[in-house]
């Protein structure tokens, strides 16, 4: 209901009336009753109005613009006030005719006419009686017509259904009077002090918000009670959208409210901090933007800077997200950004401090001094991707600490093991709650410099999950191609990595994907020889013991003997991890005696060992002898360094049946079924009787059946014992032999030969038979462990057989 329409005339800003004029009182029953006894007129001036509807018994005021409605509303207030008011169909009609306006209007009689400044004239008029237009009769020089009363239907009385309207209708009307901001409180006793009920549905109709046809449309209902629950069904409309729009703006004014109040607390704390001695928020940002400004970023990089730190600027502190702007600005600030540190190319100091750290280890050594006399040469060469593969405690990880003290740069280390999340590597989204960036950034954070070691620690040992592959995510880090512009997902651009020396370790090659493997530059890290432990033991450990222990050098004395004796008795393991553990107790042991000031020997015996460490628990397999035919001593290699073992075959009378154990793989049994088929396809030429192969069943052990044994290296010995059973000949004294078979009779070679050679040497073995394809792994062998060994090459099956087997028959040679 709007303001102007729903109060007394005082209202109305007619401020043209007089001081002493009277107000014009609501309509009582008595007046309506005159007004309903009064006889109309047979014909009216017709005075059409654009965008208003008059109702009988309101007063509203009319603004005349035209000049036929100003001499209109002259003439009639001259002659007897009455007119005839109605309104037009379409308000843009100026010059409206009789097909122009609506046939039912209301008589109204003028109350005041009122000259404006502007030239207008308004005119008060209350509505009094409804009519309807029989004709128009004049158009010139204003619009008159004749008209008939328009009857009105008016419930009887007593009728409660009418009654309760009407008091609904005063109810809602009061409510839209709360609801509303804009209609006074005051109209509330102009709605309670309407005693007419027929006025109180015409006064609410005429000042609501309804268009001119919804209000024409009320108007032309004949029955009371009908337009009564039409103006019902209206107020009801406009009641609830007062309370929509109501409970709208309470919310947007709480919203600012809460927001008002949170400024003003934060612009309380902020003089708080300042009175404290700390620093303001404005003065932090601007001390971020002046440390970047001494950042060696790019320009793209700046312009995101300085994108990000505005944002953080225009933040409020208090909500979540600010934290997480920070914190990128903070990261963004600390990252090395084109920060390197100098190279040490002194390559000779390089090559002291990599020996002084590590024992043998040759292959690695060579590969970074290489890498560093390039780079000295370049000066800009892109760092290499190295991967040390090797068996646990071979110093895998430990010589990155090396290589970085070598080249004078930053050392970092990282653990994959057991890392199944791709978010680790690449970092999170800053949308999330808690993010971070991935550990690559992280750590480059740390380090200070973009150009460090890192050793990714464990790399075989990555997992995947529903959180996403982290190797596949590495794919981007170890390709030099890709990692110029490495990507991390909290940093949200580009990170140089291709000056980092990534230095990657792993037990199995086999569980690294092949794209990543492909990425890296493999190095085999063997395990160490005996002769290598001991000189580790003696260079390495047993110093860092006799430190770590709190005594000095002088109080104990471990000779070679004594050190190999533990390397042999008590560990088996291709690192020195063991032999630590083991040198550390009889470390303890000295200082134990030194601590309670007991007797001791300084020089450590091979007895002291055993009592120190109790009896050997590991046996190495030394050579026993040729006696026995079908006994031939092979090399084996394991992840704990080369071992021997024996193949024993033996004969029983049967039907030519194979039968094999000492728990084999499925290769080890493949090559005992070729090694007797090709003995069955060449039998006269290893003078052996095909009679004899049918009438005999073999059987063939590998002893140790608690141990799995598998691989193709055992062919040719396999081979050899089998030959020696049918022929009951003697196998040749100190012989051992490694090689796989072909059913063509081909030698092929094989792997881990440096490893099978020393513990042959151990095992007091002279003479190997070897393919001939394998000479140039014994040519990369140090010649003082090969010393007291003769070398056998082969090719073929039947070569194999002429060096083996000796023309003498063995002990108690059976008669086949």
Same mark, same amino acid.
């Given at each position: 209901?709007?303001?102007?329409?729903?109060?007394?005339?005082?209202?109305?800003?007619?401020?043209?009336?007089?001081?002493?004029?009277?107000?014009?009182?609501?309509? !009582?029953? =008595?007046? $309506?009753?005159?007004?309903?006894?009064?006889?109309? #007129?047979?014909?009216?001036?017709?005075?059409?109005?654009?965008?208003?509807?008059?109702?009988?018994?309101?007063?509203?005021?009319?603004?005349?613009? &035209?000049?036929?409605?100003?001499?209109?509303?002259?003439?009639?207030?001259?002659?007897?006030?009455?007119?005839?008011?109605?309104?037009?169909?379409?308000?843009?009609? =100026?010059?409206?005719?009789?097909?122009?306006?609506?046939? +039912?209007?209301?008589?109204?009689? *003028?109350?005041?006419?009122?000259?404006?400044?502007?030239?207008?004239?308004?005119?008060?008029?209350?509505?009094?009686?409804? /009519?309807?237009?029989?004709?128009?009769?004049?158009?010139?020089?204003?619009? @008159?017509?004749?008209?008939?009363? /328009?009857?009105?239907?008016?419930?009887?009385?007593?009728?409660?259904?009418?009654?309760?309207?009407? $008091?609904?209708?005063?109810?809602?009307?009061?409510?839209?009077?709360?609801?509303?901001?804009?209609?006074?409180?005051?109209?509330?006793?102009?709605?309670?002090?309407?005693?007419?009920?027929?006025?109180?549905?015409?006064?609410?109709?005429?000042?609501?918000?309804?268009?001119?046809?919804?209000?024409?449309?009320?108007?032309?209902?004949?029955?009371?009670?009908? &337009?009564?629950?039409?103006?019902?069904?209206?107020?009801?409309?406009?009641?609830?959208?007062?309370?929509?729009?109501?409970?709208?703006?309470?919310?947007?004014?709480?919203?600012?409210?809460?927001?008002?109040?949170?400024?003003?607390?934060?612009?309380?704390?902020?003089? *708080?901090?300042?009175?404290?001695?700390?620093?303001?928020?404005?003065?932090?940002?601007?001390?971020?933007?002046?440390?970047?400004?001494?950042?060696?970023?790019?320009?793209?990089?700046? !312009?995101?800077?300085?994108?990000?730190?505005?944002?953080?600027?225009?933040?409020?502190?208090?909500?979540?997200?600010?934290?997480?702007?920070?914190?990128? *600005?903070?990261?963004?600030?600390?990252?090395?950004?084109?920060?390197?540190?100098?190279?040490?190319?002194?390559?000779?100091?390089?090559?002291?401090?990599?020996?002084?750290?590590?024992?043998?280890?040759?292959?690695?050594?060579?590969?970074?001094?290489?890498?560093?006399?390039?780079?000295?040469?370049?000066?800009?060469?892109?760092? #290499?991707?190295?991967?040390?593969?090797?068996?646990?405690?071979?110093?895998?990880?430990?010589?990155?600490?090396? +290589?970085?003290?070598?080249?004078?740069?930053?050392?970092?280390?990282?653990?994959?093991?057991?890392?199944?999340?791709?978010?680790?590597?690449?970092?999170?989204?800053?949308?999330?709650?808690?993010?971070?960036?991935?550990?690559?950034?992280?750590?480059?954070?740390?380090?200070?410099?973009?150009?460090?070691?890192?050793?990714?620690?464990?790399?075989?040992?990555?997992?995947?999950?529903?959180?996403?592959?982290?190797?596949?995510?590495?794919?981007?880090?170890?390709?030099?191609?890709?990692?110029?512009? /490495?990507?991390?997902?909290?940093?949200?651009?580009?990170?140089?990595?291709?000056?980092?020396?990534?230095?990657?370790?792993?037990?199995?090659?086999?569980?690294?994907?092949?794209?990543? &493997?492909?990425?890296?530059?493999?190095?085999?890290?063997?395990?160490?020889?005996?002769?290598?432990?001991?000189?580790?033991?003696?260079?390495?450990?047993?110093?860092?013991? *006799?430190?770590?222990?709190?005594?000095?050098?002088?109080?104990?004395?471990?000779?070679?003997?004594?050190?190999?004796?533990? +390397?042999?008795?008590?560990?088996?393991?291709?690192?020195?991890?063991?032999? $630590?553990?083991?040198?550390?107790?009889?470390?303890?042991?000295?200082?134990? %005696?030194?601590?309670?000031?007991?007797?001791?020997?300084?020089?450590?015996?091979?007895?002291?060992?055993?009592?120190?460490?109790?009896?050997?628990?590991?046996?190495?397999?030394?050579?026993?002898?040729?006696?026995?035919?079908?006994?031939?001593?092979?090399?084996?290699?394991?992840?704990?360094?080369?071992?021997?073992?024996?193949?024993?075959?033996?004969?029983?009378?049967?039907?030519?049946?194979?039968?094999?154990?000492?728990?084999?793989? !499925?290769?080890?049994?493949?090559?005992?079924?070729?090694?007797?088929?090709?003995?069955?396809?060449?039998?006269?030429?290893? %003078?052996?009787?095909?009679?004899?192969?049918?009438?005999?069943?073999?059987?063939?052990?590998?002893?140790?059946?608690?141990?799995?044994?598998?691989?193709?290296?055992?062919?040719?010995?396999?081979?050899?014992?089998?030959?020696?059973?049918?022929?009951?000949?003697?196998?040749?004294?100190?012989?051992?032999?490694?090689?796989?078979?072909?059913?063509?009779?081909?030698?092929?070679? +094989?792997?881990?030969?440096?490893? @099978?050679?020393?513990?042959?040497?151990?095992?007091?073995?002279?003479?190997?038979?070897?393919?001939?394809?394998?000479?140039?792994?014994?040519?990369?062998?140090?010649?003082?462990?090969?010393?007291?060994?003769?070398?056998?090459?082969?090719?073929?099956?039947?070569?194999?057989?002429?060096?083996?087997?000796?023309?003498?028959?063995?002990?108690?040679?059976?008669?086949?």
């Amino acid at each position: 209901m709007p303001k102007q329409k729903i109060i007394n005339i005082d209202s109305l800003s007619l401020h043209e009336l007089d001081s002493d004029a009277a107000l014009i009182p609501l309509m !009582t029953p =008595e007046d $309506e009753e005159e007004m309903n006894n009064a006889q109309l #007129p047979a014909s009216l001036p017709i005075l059409p109005l654009r965008n208003m509807v008059l109702f009988p018994g309101v007063v509203i005021p009319i603004t005349a613009g &035209r000049d036929k409605s100003i001499r209109l509303i002259n003439d009639a207030n001259a002659e007897g006030k009455v007119i005839g008011v109605v309104a037009q169909k379409d308000e843009r009609v =100026e010059e409206p005719g009789a097909a122009d306006i609506h046939t +039912v209007g209301t008589v109204a009689r *003028i109350l005041r006419v009122l000259k404006m400044p502007d030239g207008n004239t308004t005119v008060i008029i209350q509505g009094k009686k409804r /009519f309807e237009i029989d004709e128009v009769t004049e158009e010139q020089p204003y619009l @008159k017509a004749t008209i008939r009363e /328009f009857a009105e239907e008016r419930p009887q009385e007593g009728d409660g259904e009418f009654s309760t309207i009407i $008091e609904s209708i005063k109810d809602l009307a009061i409510q839209i009077i709360k609801e509303s901001p804009n209609i006074p409180t005051e109209a509330t006793f102009a709605i309670k002090n309407i005693e007419s009920d027929s006025f109180l549905v015409n006064f609410v109709s005429s000042n609501m918000n309804l268009t001119v046809i919804e209000k024409q449309d009320l108007l032309t209902i004949s029955s009371l009670k009908n &337009r009564a629950l039409e103006t019902l069904r209206y107020m009801n409309l406009e009641l609830q959208k007062l309370e929509i729009k109501n409970d709208i703006q309470s919310k947007v004014r709480s919203d600012l409210d809460q927001q008002q109040r949170e400024y003003f607390l934060h612009q309380q704390m902020k003089t *708080i901090q300042e009175e404290l001695g700390g620093v303001s928020h404005d003065q932090e940002i601007e001390e971020m933007r002046a440390k970047g400004k001494t950042k060696k970023w790019n320009e793209k990089t700046a !312009t995101q800077f300085e994108k990000e730190l505005g944002k953080l600027q225009r933040m409020n502190p208090q909500v979540a997200e600010y934290a997480i702007q920070r914190n990128y *600005i903070e990261l963004l600030l600390d990252l090395p950004w084109n920060e390197y540190s100098t190279d040490n190319f002194d390559l000779k100091r390089a090559d002291k401090i990599l020996n002084r750290d590590h024992y043998g280890l040759e292959d690695v050594k060579k590969r970074i001094i290489e890498y560093l006399a390039v780079l000295k040469l370049r000066k800009d060469m892109k760092s #290499p991707i190295l991967c040390l593969y090797g068996p646990p405690g071979v110093g895998k990880t430990s010589i990155g600490k090396s +290589v970085a003290e070598a080249l004078g740069r930053e050392y970092i280390r990282i653990s994959l093991g057991g890392l199944r999340d791709e978010a680790e590597i690449r970092g999170h989204r800053k949308t999330y709650i808690g993010a971070m960036p991935g550990r690559i950034i992280q750590s480059l954070k740390k380090a200070g410099t973009a150009n460090p070691v890192f050793v990714l620690d464990e790399i075989d040992k990555l997992s995947s999950s529903h959180n996403g592959d982290p190797s596949s995510a590495l794919l981007e880090v170890l390709d030099p191609e890709q990692n110029k512009d /490495f990507y991390d997902n909290f940093l949200e651009m580009g990170f140089d990595l291709s000056k980092v020396m990534f230095i990657a370790t792993s037990n199995n090659m086999s569980t690294i994907q092949p794209a990543l &493997r492909d990425r890296m530059e493999v190095i085999n890290m063997t395990g160490y020889t005996i002769e290598e432990k001991v000189e580790i033991a003696r260079k390495h450990l047993l110093p860092k013991q *006799i430190e770590e222990h709190g005594i000095s050098a002088k109080d104990i004395n471990l000779g070679k003997k004594q050190i190999e004796k533990i +390397v042999t008795g008590y560990t088996r393991e291709s690192g020195v991890r063991g032999l $630590e553990k083991q040198i550390a107790r009889v470390v303890r042991n000295v200082a134990k %005696s030194i601590a309670m000031e007991e007797q001791y020997n300084v020089k450590v015996t091979e007895e002291d060992v055993v009592t120190i460490l109790g009896a050997p628990k590991m046996k190495r397999d030394k050579y026993e002898n040729n006696e026995v035919a079908g006994v031939v001593t092979g090399l084996a290699w394991t992840s704990v360094g080369g071992d021997i073992l024996f193949i024993e075959s033996i004969l029983s009378k049967g039907k030519g049946a194979l039968t094999m154990t000492g728990n084999l793989g !499925t290769v080890m049994k493949e090559s005992v079924t070729i090694a007797l088929e090709y003995i069955k396809a060449n039998a006269e030429q290893f %003078s052996i009787s095909p009679e004899v192969i049918g009438n005999y069943n073999v059987h063939i052990h590998v002893p140790e059946g608690a141990t799995p044994k598998d691989g193709p290296s055992a062919g040719i010995a396999m081979l050899t014992s089998l030959v020696s059973s049918f022929t009951q000949k003697r196998v040749k004294k100190h012989l051992a032999m490694t090689g796989e078979i072909t059913l063509r009779g081909r030698v092929l070679p +094989v792997g881990g030969i440096k490893e @099978k050679i020393l513990a042959a040497k151990r095992a007091g073995i002279k003479e190997i038979i070897l393919c001939e394809e394998n000479r140039r792994d014994i040519d990369e062998i140090k010649q003082d462990y090969l010393e007291g060994l003769t070398f056998h090459y082969v090719k073929y099956m039947d070569e194999v057989i002429k060096y083996a087997i000796t023309d003498q028959k063995v002990k108690n040679a059976k008669t086949l």
